[in-house]
Structure formats: C-alpha cells, structure tokens
C-alpha cells in the first residue's frame, strides 16, 4: 500500500506541479528533457544498485531500433505534446484525458490483431470517448487546443504501450525504460539544437529555469525516476489488475490537486466525463489479467 500511494500521488501531481512552470513559457520540450534526463539518471543508478546495468549491452541491433521507436514516440512526442496540452488547458483535464489511454490501447490492440474482437470492449471505449469529449467541452461546446494535445498525447502513449510488448519479451521492463528513454532525449536534443536552440543556453536557465529549480527536481527525479521504482516495486506486491487502479483514481487525484494549489474550476461536464471515462476504461481492463496490463510498467 506504501508504494501505491507513494506512486498514486507522484504520477498524479505532474500535470499540477508542470502548470505553472509551462505558464511561465518554459520551452514544453525543454521541460521534457531535463524532466526525462534526470529520470534516465535516476533509473540508471537504481539499474546499477540493483546490478542489472550490464544487461544493457546485451541489446541487439535489432531491439535497439525497436527501443529508438519507444523512445521516439513515448519521450519525444508523448510526453512533449503532454506538457503543451498542461500548458493550454487546466491540469485536472488533462490527467484525465491522459490516463483514458487504456481506451486507445484496446483499439490499437485490435488494429494489430492483439486482441480478440469484442463488442463488450468496443461498448466500453465508445463510452470513454463520450466521456472524453464531455469533459473537454468548453462554453460554446468547443474543445479547446489543450484537450486535442493531450487526446493526442494519450493515443501516442498507447501506441507506445502496444509497441513495447516485443522489447519487454527480451529485456527487462528496467533495461527498457533506460535505453528507450536515453534514445528518447537524444531526439530531443537533436530537436532542440536544430529548431530551438537558444532554449540551451545559460541564459535561458537564468531568466526562466532557475526559478524553477526544485519543480525540475521534482518532476524528474521524484516523476519520472522516484515514481517509475516505486510502481514497479507496487507491481511486485500486488498483481497487475489491482496496480491498474492507479489509471482510475489518478485523474480524481489530479482533480483535488488542482482545485487546492491551481484553483482551477471545473464545470459540470468535466464531472460527467470523469465518470464516463472511469466506467469505460474499468470495462475494459477489468479482463485484462496478463498480456496488456503488465505493458504499464513502461509508464
């Protein structure tokens, strides 16, 4: 219980704690670097306390090119449009949206022919997607930029998560996360270098980063590094249906979060869409005792 809670309140704050970093202007790739970054430095030294480093260097060519395309879509783009989609909309919508990803996973499953056809389970992500759509309802019924970057952002993770089912057939779930994230900051400093470098320089830290020192801390080595050990060591207490309910108490979480330290207010319909999405997403893992679930220890 120590670990879920532990990991339930980390991964439950990022869209809170990365708000008012993202209003101040910080670069959201930047943000996602030096968030990545440190959690890539994070997991390499529990890799190392754990003697599981080497295993590393084992990797072949083949799964490198497997683990660049992890890394590609969860850090570069996944996680960057995330941090867009904080800084568009409020975090409490974005949470939710966000952990709507066992929706998308089911219907990327069935793309890919990983999973059998299922009325029951297409029911359930019509459902969820109602209620994505009623939670990211603006006056006017508009949905605003923010909602579609982190609809985005929650179908791109889902891909991830379909994707990683070979990669975690041969390397450890640990092993993994290291390579792909280290390949992941690689393409955004290549990025970052090419279309944006003035974000690098010292200058940029001093005007905007420095301020926000212990946020950075926070989200790299407490999110991204503190939050992955710990909800892998949730994992080895519990079984993979019970460590999914963090998908379904996060967004309430992030909700209070955001009501106490942001003040956001949230009308009628980002409630309605909370409890369409929780449903769907239940109905769909709910018999999801292996394969698929185990996938989440790449979050």
Do not use: H
């Amino acid at each position: 219980m120590f670990y879920f809670l532990i990991t339930l309140l980390l991964f439950a704050s990022m869209e809170v704690v990365s708000k008012p970093i993202m209003q101040s202007g910080f670069d959201p790739f930047l943000l996602t670097f030096i968030r990545f970054g440190l959690g890539f430095i994070t997991l390499i030294s529990y890799a190392v306390y754990k003697k599981q480093f080497l295993d590393i260097f084992k990797v072949t060519n083949k799964q490198l090119g497997q683990l660049f395309l992890l890394g590609f879509i969860n850090v570069f783009f996944s996680m960057s449009l995330l941090q867009i989609a904080v800084r568009e909309t409020n975090a409490a919508t974005v949470a939710l949206i966000f952990c709507s990803n066992p929706l998308f996973v089911l219907i990327i499953s069935l793309l890919f022919k990983d999973e059998p056809f299922s009325l029951k389970r297409v029911f359930a992500f019509m459902i969820g997607l109602v209620g994505i759509i009623t939670a990211s309802i603006t006056k006017g019924l508009i949905i605003d930029n923010g909602s579609i970057y982190a609809i985005i952002a929650s179908i791109s993770f889902a891909l991830y998560v379909v994707l990683s089912k070979k990669a975690l057939s041969k390397i450890s779930a640990l092993n993994t996360n290291i390579i792909s994230f280290g390949l992941g900051l690689l393409s955004l400093l290549i990025y970052l270098m090419i279309f944006n470098p003035i974000t690098l320089s010292i200058t940029s830290f001093e005007t905007i980063g420095y301020n926000y020192a212990m946020v950075l801390i926070y989200l790299g080595i407490g999110v991204s590094g503190l939050g992955y050990i710990t909800f892998m060591r949730m994992l080895q207490k519990l079984s993979a249906s019970s460590a999914s309910v963090i998908f379904f108490i996060k967004p309430i979480i992030a909700t209070i979060l955001s009501m106490i330290f942001l003040n956001e207010l949230l009308d009628y319909n980002f409630y309605i869409g909370l409890l369409l999405v929780s449903i769907g997403s239940f109905l769909i893992l709910k018999p999801m005792n292996t394969n698929l679930l185990k996938k989440y220890k790449l979050f």
